[in-house]
């Protein structure tokens, strides 16, 4: 390989991240070319992040979306970034039905889960140790349960918000559940960069991701835009 070919992929940066409207709001400077980012070419990849998870055990790109349960399988190949985490402040992964029941009764049912890398799927087993589960693709748990080929389902994303008008019964917030018991937070996930990029490409690459962030929140005004930019799948340009 030549010097200017490897020059050339250093300065091309994947970041891998869910398709979520969070994930959407922090990229969206980046994606849309809104930020001078110093000749660091960012290339973006959409993924569940139980996909996200598996795939960072490879190592497969330079900045990836991952859950706090799953980091302590790839501590050795990534660093956690510090800006871009999901905290869960009494809020969190949510647990529903298709009819009522209680937390009591969740050790009797079958419960669709996003994956088991996820920090809501170790939550769930801190509350219970043996329980059944099958996993299924966070955007398809709903549908699970309202089908019933499983008798419960744990929410991340925006299945958290409109479970209800689906008919669904929210038996437990695990955020909710977590501070009762901690009176802390709940950690669910964060950004993740590959350590053999070096110091000074870590260090770039984390300024950009922060500046993102920054002009999101500058520019609130323009979430309707963020948000139409990823359902219409911004992730697949390179900004």
């Known amino acids: 390989m030549s010097t200017a070919t490897a020059q050339t992929e250093r300065q091309t940066i994947t970041v891998a991240h869910s ?3 969070d994930d959407a709001f922090m990229f969206y400077a980046l994606a849309t070319n809104k930020l001078d980012t110093g000749g660091i070419r960012f290339q973006h990849v ?5 996909t996200l998870n598996e795939q960072a055990r490879q190592g497969k790109y330079e900045v990836t ?3 706090f349960h799953a980091y302590a399988y790839v501590a050795d190949k990534y660093l956690l970034l510090p800006h871009g985490a999901s905290i869960g402040d009494k809020y969190g992964p949510i647990i ?3 009819e009522p029941a209680t937390p009591a009764d969740l050790a009797s049912l079958k ?3 996003p994956g088991t890398l996820t920090s809501a799927f170790l939550a769930l087993r801190l509350l219970i140790p043996n329980v059944q589960y099958e996993v299924i693709p966070f955007d398809q748990i709903i549908q699970a349960v309202q089908s019933g080929s499983c008798d419960a389902g744990l929410l991340i994303h925006e299945g958290q918000l409109f479970y209800e008008a689906m008919d669904l019964h929210k038996v437990l917030d695990l955020g909710e559940w977590w501070h009762q018991e901690t009176g802390l937070p709940l950690p669910m996930g964060g950004n993740a960069i590959r350590r053999d990029l070096g110091p000074e490409v870590i260090h770039q690459v984390s300024q950009s991701l922060r500046e993102s962030i920054r002009y999101s929140l500058d520019h ?3 979430c309707p835009a963020i948000c139409n930019a990823v ?6 340009r390179v900004g």
């Open 19 to 21: 398709p979520d409207s």
């Open 65 to 67: 979306a991952i859950s």
């Open 220 to 222: 609130r005004e323009d």
């Open 231 to 236: 359902r219409q799948g911004y992730g697949s």
């Open 96 to 98: 529903v039905a298709r």
């Open 46 to 50: 959409l993924q569940d992040i139980q």
């Open 111 to 113: 419960v669709a889960i």
